[in-house]
């Protein structure tokens, strides 16, 4: 039994509280938030932004409250200021401006992340904005409410970018998206598999200005005009959505961190100094297909990182298997699902990266509503080692990436997916399947 301090209370504090209450009852769990919710589930934002969902009521699944009826004692709305790791004592202000020490035996940070907003001219001017929290879905749809918001720039066109300027057009309003990148999803995909999505969103009313770099927003008061390095365009909106950088200021100069500044963490969340764990955005993650630690930010390990920094917090020893990055979209009906790392990633971490292409029908050719499926595998040229996959279709081909995914964790090779045994009917497959053939065309 010991007492435990919680900081940040999104989806990795909550799935550490989860596990904390529900299995240690006998710890006593201090729980700190800057905001005023928890749990919200931000893969919502543009779903909500775009009309299709109600609104934002069914984004949250947890509250304080919930978390005070289990036992935890919950200050929201105050903020962690400092950090004493020798004296083990946070300082924490709330919205009051009271001051509060809490001393904890074990501390769990869980502090997420952060958009980046880069330093440039004209970042101050209203209607310029982030989607992260709660607040900022709110603040989007708000501003899509007004007339006078005709043409909304979204720029970055990672999966929240491309998922903010489909929700732009659901709503009727012009969408230019910017990327500096010559597709879109570059970051998770190679561009023969990003070709297709981005005529979609073209197909769709999105205006696309990738290869073109934002260098200054222009405007008196609110936002009016967007200048990049090929042009200059008029807009009454901007949503930047050009990544996210760890929230770890507060252990700043007492932890190790890896390269982006995230708390480097061990396989059991124990960041450098003893009695410490880090877990979700704030906190490195160990990569299966790199075979090293990096930085996803993804909801996903999150949750996975919290489970497993509570146990050990708790006096259990488990460790993480680590992860792939699985990650998947779905624009106008386009789905687009990968793990691992694509060729370009590969060749950049420093592997020698073949690849193997398929697509094909999904169902047998007689089958009615069938489209065709892409797949790439990426593998290792010397260990022949899986190293990622993607797979692009109007079917719903998600749950595949699972099994990827499981392959990359193994340490599996290409060879071995070759004669794997894979089912046939007709209603789902073909006996020739994508998987299969796509492993057997492999050098
Ligand atoms: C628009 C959008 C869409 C997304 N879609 C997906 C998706 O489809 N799938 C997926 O897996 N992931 C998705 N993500 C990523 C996912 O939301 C994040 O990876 C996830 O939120 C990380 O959870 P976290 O708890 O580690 O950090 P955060 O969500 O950043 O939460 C950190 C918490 O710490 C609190 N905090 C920070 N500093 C302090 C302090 N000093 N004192 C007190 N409290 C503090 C904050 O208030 C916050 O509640 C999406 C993100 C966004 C923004």
Not at 16 to 37: G, Q, V
Not at 96 to 118: F, H, N, R, V, W
Not at 430 to 436: E, G, H, R, S, V
Request: aromatic share 8%; proline share 3%.
């Amino acid at each position: 039994m010991g007492k435990i301090l919680l900081i940040g209370a999104n989806h990795a504090g909550t799935a550490a509280a989860n596990t904390i209450l529900d299995n240690y009852p006998d710890n006593e769990l201090t729980i700190i938030d800057r905001n005023d919710n928890i749990s919200y589930l931000g893969c919502g934002t543009a779903l909500w932004i775009g009309r299709q969902i109600q609104g934002s009521e069914g984004l949250f699944y947890s509250s304080a409250q919930a978390l005070e009826a289990k036992g935890a004692r919950v200050y929201m709305e105050t903020e962690a200021a400092s950090i004493d790791f020798d004296a083990k004592i946070a300082s924490a202000r709330t919205k009051g401006g009271e001051t509060l020490s809490l001393s904890y035996d074990k501390l769990i940070l869980a502090t997420g992340s952060a958009p980046i907003m880069p330093n440039i001219p004209g970042m101050e001017l209203a209607n310029i904005q982030s989607v992260k929290l709660f607040q900022d879905g709110r603040r989007a749809n708000e501003l899509l409410d007004l007339p006078e918001i005709r043409t909304v720039a979204v720029v970055g066109a990672g999966y929240i970018g491309v998922e903010l300027a489909e929700a732009v057009r659901r709503r009727g309003r012009r969408a230019l998206l910017f990327e500096a990148e010559s597709t879109s999803l570059a970051s998770y995909y190679d561009p023969l598999m990003t070709a297709e999505m981005d005529k979609i969103l073209a197909d769709n009313g999105v205006e696309l200005h990738f290869g073109e770099k934002v260098q200054s927003f222009k405007g008196t008061g609110k936002v009016e005009g967007l200048v990049t390095d090929k042009g200059e365009y008029q807009v009454d909106m901007v949503i930047m959505a050009i990544g996210f950088r760890p929230n770890a200021a507060i252990a700043s100069g007492r932890l190790d961190t890896i390269g982006n500044g995230a708390i480097a963490v061990d396989v059991r969340g124990r960041a450098s100094l003893p009695d410490v764990y880090a877990i979700g955005d704030c906190a490195s993650v160990y990569s299966n297909a790199l075979r090293g630690w990096t930085y996803i930010a993804l909801a996903t390990n999150a949750v996975r990182s919290g489970i497993v920094a509570a146990h050990n917090a708790c006096g259990t020893v488990l460790e993480s298997p680590g992860v792939q990055g699985s990650n998947g979209i779905s624009i106008f009906g386009y789905n687009m699902v990968s793990t691992g790392l694509c060729e370009k990633a590969a060749a950049k971490a420093g592997f020698k990266p073949l690849v193997t292409d398929f697509a094909a029908l999904q169902k047998p050719a007689f089958m009615p509503d069938n489209h065709e499926v892409k797949i790439r595998i990426v593998y290792d040229a010397d260990t022949r080692r899986v190293l990622g996959a993607q797979l692009a279709s109007f079917e719903n081909i998600s749950m595949c990436i699972h099994m990827f995914s499981l392959a990359i964790e193994d340490g599996a090779t290409i060879d071995s997916l070759k004669l794997l045994d894979i089912f046939f009917l007709p209603h789902f497959n073909q006996p020739y399947n994508y998987i299969t053939m796509a492993a057997l065309g492999a050098k």
